[in-house]
Nanobody, 115 residues
Framework: QVQLVESGGGSVQSGGSLRLSCAAP????????MAWYRRAPGKQRELVAR????????YIDESVKGRFTISRDNARNTVYLQMNSLKPEDTAVYYC????????WGQGTQVTVSS
């Protein structure tokens, strides 16, 4: 069973920063694009950011563009989501995923932003 392990969530005040990390098995990480999704209370899961296998191509959702950055360290099999200027509406459970078709998922990490 493939395990993606997220870390870095927590509670911050509006305007603060957090960095999420997601470690994946090398056999998966080296061949899959990686992404971060989030699910806010009462809402559907939404794509926040995606990064290609080589890290040269990224997608950032408009709602977080200019505040969030996705990156990956292929030597550490880890993908990151740097979140700056956090807003209360960023409060959600954040999930890491590997691959586009039948992706693997992490357990999620809670991010809570208070005003």
């Amino acid at each position: 069973q493939v395990q993606l392990v997220e870390s870095g969530g927590g509670s911050v005040q509006s305007g603060g920063s957090l960095r999420l990390s997601c470690a994946a098995p090398g056999s998966i990480f080296s061949i899959k694009s990686m992404a971060w999704y989030r699910r806010a209370p009462g809402k559907q899961r939404e794509l926040v950011a995606r990064i290609s296998v080589g890290g040269m191509t990224t997608y950032i959702d408009e709602s977080v563009k200019g505040r969030f950055t996705i990156s990956r360290d292929n030597a550490r099999n880890t993908v990151y989501l740097q979140m700056n200027s956090l807003k209360p509406e960023d409060t959600a459970v954040y999930y890491c995923s590997a691959g586009r078709i039948n992706p693997y998922w992490g357990q999620g990490t809670q991010v809570t932003v208070s005003s």
